[in-house]
Structures are given as C-alpha cells and as structure tokens.
C-alpha cells in the first residue's frame, strides 16, 4: 500500500509528504498460489467452478501504472510461453499525456494478485481473477514535488474513474492511501461513494498502512474496505499484520469490513518475467485489497454468465452483503488474541474472506419481500420506502447458526454549480457533492415473539449490519429492514445463511452431572483412565474452525 499524507487545508490538489514503500522478503515458502487456496481468499475453490473473472474488468486506481508487457497478462501456450495480447492496459489520468506510461513494480504486483495468468517458471502463481481484464490508471505525478499543486488531484481521480467507465470496468481496486479527516467527507471519499452509487461500480478499498486508524479511502461508505492478514502456520492466513490500520473510522463507524491474505505472496514486479515475494508481517493492505477485487470478479462473472437465473445479483451493494456474510471469523488480531463470533473486530472487520462461501450464498435463489423460504442460504435486493419496512422469514433448526447481513449505498448527489454562470462544466470540485444516509436496521424475531426483535440496533451512522444467531428453537425466525428515516428510501442486499449445528452448541440446556460419567465409565470399554479422559478433553468439545466455542 503506497502511503501518502494531504496537506490539512482543502484545496484542488493535495502534496505528498511522505511515501512509505513496501518492505520485501524473500522465503520461496509461500506464493500466489497458496494465498488463494482454501485458508487464504479461497478462490480457487470458484475457478474449479468455472468461473474466473473472465469478461469482467478491473480498474486499478494507483500511484503509476501495472506493467502490462508483464509474461503475468498474458494467455500461456502448453509450455507456459505468453501468447497473443496482453490483458493490462493503461491510462495517463493526470494533467500530463494520458498515454504516459509508468510502470512500476508496486502496481504491477497489485495487478498480478488481481489477474495474474502465470508465468512460465510460475504457472500456479495465478491471481484471485486469473481470467479478468486490468485496467491500471496513474493518478499522481512528481512524488517528490513539494508544490501542493502538482501531485495529486480529485479531478485526476474524477478522470480515472470516467475512463474505467468507459473501458467497462465493474470492480475498482485502489492501490494508495491518502492522509486526513477519515470520517467519510473528504472529496476524495465522497467522490468514490459517487460512482459506486451512480454508476453501480464494486469499490475495493485498503484499510492502509502503518497508522492509528483507518485512511482514506479505506474510510469511504459503499467500498469493501480490506485488512491484511500474515500467517500463522504453513498457507494458514490467520492474524491480521502488525502495520494493517484498524478502525474505527474518525466518525466511529466500522471499517475495515473484512481481511484478506497479505503476507508472502509470489508476485510480478518490473521486468517483463520478473518476480518476487512481496508482504511482510505488518500485513501490508496493497497485497490484500486486490483479493477483494479478484473476488468480486469472480463474483461477478458467475452473475453475468448465463448460469445465473436471477436479477440484480450484480449489484454492488449485493456483492458486499455476500462477501461479508460468508467471512471467516476465527482471526487473531495484530498481537495474536483471538477474535470470537462474528461480531465486528477493529482489526480484522467481519473476519477473513472466503469466496467459495460468498459464492454459494450468490447462487442460492432470490429471496423476495413478504416471501419465506426453506433454503440454507440466499439473498435479497429490494427497495424500502421511508418509514417502511421488508420482512422476509427463514426456517430454522434449533442449534443452527443465523448469519444475516444488510448493507446499503450512502446517497451521493453532484450538483454541478461551481463553473461560471452556474452552468456546469463536468468537474466535481468541493460543496458540489451532496451526502445523505437513510438510517436502516436490521431485526430479527425469535419464531414464538414477532413483536420483540432479538437483535440489538447498529449506530445510525453505518451502512452495514451483520448479526450472528444460535438458534434456540425450531421455527419460522422473521428477518425485517426497517427504514427509521423520515424521508429517504434505499437500495438495499441482504445476505444470511444458516450453518449446520456445531458440535460445542449441541443441547444448549443439557447439564452434565456425576451420571453421565458413570455411564461413560461403565460402557467406554469397562474402565477409565488418564488417557481416556485425554482423549475426552480434546475431542468432547470440538468446535467448527469458523467459530470458537461460545
């Protein structure tokens, strides 16, 4: 993740003052491929599926540009040779040449864990999208110039934007850090909640690097806001890295969302057959960021493939409610403490990616308003009117867990006033973005009491809730989203899923006494000892690895 701090007072353009390069390391025992396996992002699990990011494209928003003469984006032969054109492309989104091209080994690695095909010393190291096109646009310029006006502009990031529209880029994946106020109102954040809620773009955001608390744009509302996890056993991405920031964000909201594998990954640099490993145990966010995109890619090639019968399971907010449903809560945090349940963690947000898991939650069946349903898993896109409200029921076994998430997109109006005249003349420049939230909750009601929810209610001021039940009976679980606002209504994706019981949630009101162990003496091969009773600490209270006993 490129590090850059803005000058405190609001102007078109913003200086650097300082850039932080990721550190190196160099152990083989790791790679790409192991960052993508089953206890990493887990997205090879969805390749085997089929489906690989192919007709979806990336647009990586950076410092410089991914190096697309890179063997890494290309097609490979049967001898792992590159063949026909590259899938990188470029764009110049600065003030300068926009066929500039600068290519640096910092984009080119974030492009790679994107939409890497291999090399041909490397034919596993494929990215989480291996089949997607990548779009890198530069939107800074003279790093080390100290004139506030000639490094890095909104109107650059305004450009970048427009282009990736115009190149058909669904997924933006952002490779730098800005310093600032992180409470979602700077220019540069209400900018990307714009097009992801004008335009319907998936946004991929980095939690950043080597700060207190979150940076921008990792603060913006309607992103995928991404923390870095190391590992902490062989291919095992299981604690978030050290120099990953946590949140909240400076107005209290939680972010990041989820965490993604970091550390020790086999990546293209500069040189057209160049790599290296990249990611250290600070969890560096510009190698865990691209996972997020790779999936969304990978998500969003399965929703436009004719295999998927349903509408709108492209949309942005959609993809974020299943992504984050399906993560992988049992994560240390940066100093190795576990982290229970899936409550929202300051490190690691909701847990670790798992694209199999998204995957099959997005092509269980809609569900729809009003509607009950006997599936395990599925989702929902609807629009709730203020003041109203969307029940949906789900049958649920007594011991099962009910995992529910809804998110929703911040409201992001431009006026575009700030020209001569009042005309307009198609730069957003600062006051002309207008922000507004509607204020939903999320209720879920036990089967025997519609009236009084068993949820708690989230701050107004965030855009995603997710609660994680055990279930305590059987019966119809009423699943509602009230819209408290007075006069906003939302889009809004709801995700659940119900997980078969765990063994240490078995018979929840069953208490052991002196009994049980008489039988269990009497009947566990007539006689117990000290190595039975071993044998009966470790394995009596075994637990699924996404959850800690409760």
């Known amino acids: 993740m490129k590090r850059y701090f803005l000058c405190t007072q609001e102007k078109l353009r913003f200086s650097i003052t300082t850039l932080l390069l990721c550190a190196l390391v160099s152990p083989l025992s790791f790679a790409l491929q192991e960052s993508t396996g089953p206890n990493g992002s887990n997205v090879q699990a969805v390749h085997d599926l089929g489906y690989t990011g192919e007709g979806i494209s990336v647009g990586l928003i950076s410092q410089d540009h991914a190096r697309y003469t890179h ?21 110049n989104a600065t003030d300068e040449d926009p066929t500039l091209y600068v290519p640096i080994s910092h984009d080119t690695s974030v492009g790679g864990i994107i939409c890497s095909r291999g090399g041909a010393s490397y034919p596993n190291d494929k990215g989480a999208a291996p089949a997607a096109e990548l779009y890198s646009f530069r939107v800074t310029r003279n790093a080390s110039e100290t004139d506030p006006n000639k490094v890095i502009a909104p109107v650059w990031v305004q450009e970048a934007l427009d282009q990736a529209l115009d190149d058909g880029c669904q997924i933006i994946v952002t490779g730098i850090q800005l310093g600032g106020a992180t409470d979602g109102n700077s220019i540069w954040s209400l900018i990307y909640d714009y097009y992801a809620y004008e335009y319907n ?4 955001t980095a939690a950043g690097n080597y700060a207190s608390s979150v940076t921008v744009f990792g603060d913006t509302y309607n992103s995928i806001t991404t923390g870095g996890l190391i590992g902490t056993a062989t291919d095992l991405y299981g604690r978030v890295g050290s120099g990953s920031n946590p949140g909240p964000t400076s107005d209290g909201r939680q972010k990041p969302d989820i965490a993604a594998p970091s550390q020790n990954q086999w990546v293209p640099i500069n040189g057209d057959i160049s790599w290296r490993n990249e990611g250290t145990t600070a969890g560096q966010t510009s190698w865990s960021v691209p996972h997020t995109g790779g999936v969304a890619a990978v998500l969003l090639s399965y929703a436009n493939s004719p295999e998927s019968p349903e509408a709108n399971d492209n949309q942005n907010e959609v993809i974020k409610a299943v992504i984050v449903n399906s993560t992988f809560p049992n994560i240390q945090d940066e100093y190795g403490t576990a982290t229970t349940g899936q409550v929202w963690n300051k490190y690691r947000g909701y847990g670790r990616i798992d694209a199999k898991r998204t995957y099959d939650i997005l092509s269980s069946p809609k569900i729809t308003p009003s509607s009950s349903t006997e599936n395990s898993k599925g989702w929902a896109y609807d629009t709730v009117a203020s003041g109203q409200q969307d029940s949906y029921t789900v049958q649920g076994i007594k011991n099962e867990r009910l995992v529910v998430t809804l998110t929703w997109n911040r409201r992001i109006i431009w006026n575009d006033q700030n020209s001569p005249q009042n005309l307009g003349h198609g730069i957003i420049e600062d006051g002309e973005l207008e922000a507004s939230l509607a204020d939903l909750d999320l209720e879920i009601y036990d089967p025997d009491d519609y009236d009084n929810a068993i949820t708690t209610k989230f701050s107004a001021i965030d855009n995603l809730e997710k609660f994680d039940l055990l279930l305590t009976k059987t019966g119809d679980y009423l699943i509602k989203v009230v819209n408290q606002s007075g006069n906003e209504s939302a889009d809004y994706a709801i995700a659940f899923e119900l997980l078969e019981p765990l063994e240490a949630d078995y018979n929840t ?11 269990l003496s009497a009947e566990w091969l007539n006689t117990l000892n000290l190595n039975d009773l071993l044998i009966l600490a470790q394995e009596w209270l075994t637990y699924d690895p996404k959850y800690y006993s409760p």
Do not use: I, W
Not at 71 to 91: I, L, Q, R, V
Not at 201 to 204: G, M
């Open 509 to 519: 009101d069953y208490v052991v006494n002196g009994l049980d162990f008489s039988k």
């Open 201 to 204: 773009l998936v946004f991929a």
């Open 71 to 91: 063997e890494a984006f290309f097609d490979k032969d049967g001898e792992g040779m590159p063949t026909g054109t590259s899938h990188a492309n470029y764009y």
